[in-house]
């Protein structure tokens, strides 16, 4: 491994302000040794336990989840400017898929028993398979740490956490947390860890398995480490999910529900609907009412967020790569409704925009949106609202909308995505699996499939 960089790399910017509030020393290579061995030997204790023993201790986190959601939330809030409400509702969410696996552990990993010719027994048993590092992004600090952590601490797998560099605080949160319901010291580690540290623990033998989410780049990245070392790996990487509006009985309330959708996380969701396509008899009147929702709305303070404000992004140079974008659409010939320019200052804030006239040969047009920008397209049947929806590189997710069921559902058939949605943007929960397809990735997290991804299936036969 390479020496650490002098110069800290985890650290929280106050994305309102652009201050820096705290910094912490990226691992050294010393430690990254000592928690792969710490991690490695727990394991192999934390895999003799039974699944009601581990259950009980995941039991005890997602209590202490519900119990500490406005803390922890506010920790969010101020490393990636995240509404203080959001922050906490996603806590509690956390303490939901705690819950979920805790509860239908001992169900989910049962053995399967297998029909057999007389006189011999089958049976396929779900077994640990080793410490697992997941690489997780600052979007949903804690959320994205729970849908992989939980399955896999039931599981019996020990779980080595390399947080995104603007979220530390969050990271070290979440492994205290999990000290204090019981877990035993090396199960659940958390590091400041390089990417050639990263690289490193992908190459070592003691770690079995790693799950990625993040950019395209970065996950083609993991996947060759993991590939070029025997290793599974998870991959949640971009969207730019297609919300298709065939009609409706109120474009006015479609289009702030859309609306809603969008800026939800301030548009930084990896599953928001980046892709507004609306049938052409209503199109107008909705890009109007869209436009109207976006306008009016003045910079806030995340942490008392008012009814007519909007938070920060995530970090500036985040949102100066968002505006880079849509400027580059306006440039090619793009309308630009409302928004979509950065705040005068120091923060991270960009006016929430709403574009139309995206086409190929536009940056918006194949590159994600993460950020508060509504694309709307114009479809001019069920086939072109299909087509449009699926020329995407993409394949998270999708919804489809109307008043008849029945069309919603023929056209949300047809769309190429892991995670298809009729008169909902999306079907979320603990007990749902959440993946894509193309370049969002592969793999699947929460529900009976997220707890499938890294366990040995081992065949357990007996002749005579």
């Not at 939330?73 to 979920?100: N, P, S």
């Not at 590091?191 to 033998?205: C, E, N, T, Y």
């Amino acid at each position: 491994m390479n020496a650490a960089p002098a110069q800290p790399a985890y650290r929280v910017t106050n994305p309102v302000t652009g201050e820096i509030v705290e910094e912490f020393p990226t691992a050294t290579d010393a430690e990254i040794e000592d928690v792969l061995a710490r991690a490695a030997a727990a394991q192999k204790d934390w895999a003799k336990r039974s699944v009601a023993e581990r259950c009980a201790i995941v039991a005890a986190a997602a209590r202490l989840f519900a119990e500490r959601a406005d803390e922890l939330g506010t920790l969010a809030t101020t490393e990636m400017g995240k509404d203080r409400g959001a922050a906490a509702e996603e806590v509690e969410f956390c303490a939901d898929i705690f819950a979920y696996y805790a509860d239908r552990g001992p169900e989910l990993l049962a053995d399967q028993v297998l029909p057999t010719e007389e006189g011999a027994q089958a049976r396929v048993q779900r077994l640990p398979i080793g410490p697992l590092l997941g690489v997780m992004p600052w979007n949903f600090p804690f959320y994205q740490v729970a849908r992989f952590a939980a399955p896999n601490l039931v599981a019996g797998n020990a779980i080595i956490i390399k947080h995104a560099e603007n979220c530390p605080t969050s990271a070290v949160a979440i492994e205290r947390l999990l000290r204090q319901a019981g877990l035993p010291d090396g199960v659940y580690v958390n590091v400041f860890a390089s990417h050639d540290q990263v690289a490193g623990m992908i190459a070592d033998p003691r770690v079995a398995g790693v799950s990625f989410t993040g950019s395209e780049r970065g996950g083609a990245a993991v996947a060759e480490l993991a590939g070029r070392n025997l290793k599974k790996v998870v991959l949640e990487l971009g969207g730019s999910d297609p919300y298709i509006v065939l009609d409706t009985e109120d474009v006015t309330a479609a289009a702030s529900a859309a609306w809603g959708t969008r800026i939800y996380n301030n548009g930084q969701a990896c599953n928001s609907n980046k892709r507004i396509i609306v049938m052409a008899d209503i199109y107008d009147d909705f890009v109007a009412a869209l436009t109207a929702e976006a306008s009016g709305l003045e910079p806030g303070d995340p942490a008392g967020l008012a009814p007519n404000a909007f938070p920060p992004m995530a970090s500036r140079p985040a949102a100066e790569a968002l505006v880079a974008q849509i400027e580059d659409a306006v440039e090619k010939g793009a309308t630009l409704h409302a928004g979509g320019r950065l705040v005068e200052g120091p923060g991270a804030y960009v006016r929430p925009a709403v574009l139309t006239g995206v086409r190929p040969g536009m940056r918006a047009y194949t590159e994600e949106l993460f950020g508060p920008v509504a694309v709307v397209y114009r479809a001019e049947s069920d086939e072109d609202a299909v087509r449009i929806a699926n020329d995407s590189d993409f394949g998270l997710g999708g919804a489809v909308f109307s008043v008849d069921p029945a069309r919603a559902a023929a056209v949300a058939d047809a769309l190429d995505v892991g995670m298809t949605n009729v008169n909902t943007a999306a079907g979320e929960g603990a007990a749902l699996p959440f993946g894509g397809t193309k370049r969002s990735g592969f793999g699947r997290e929460l529900g009976p499939l997220g707890i499938e991804e890294f366990v040995n299936k081992r065949l357990y036969y007996v002749h005579g």
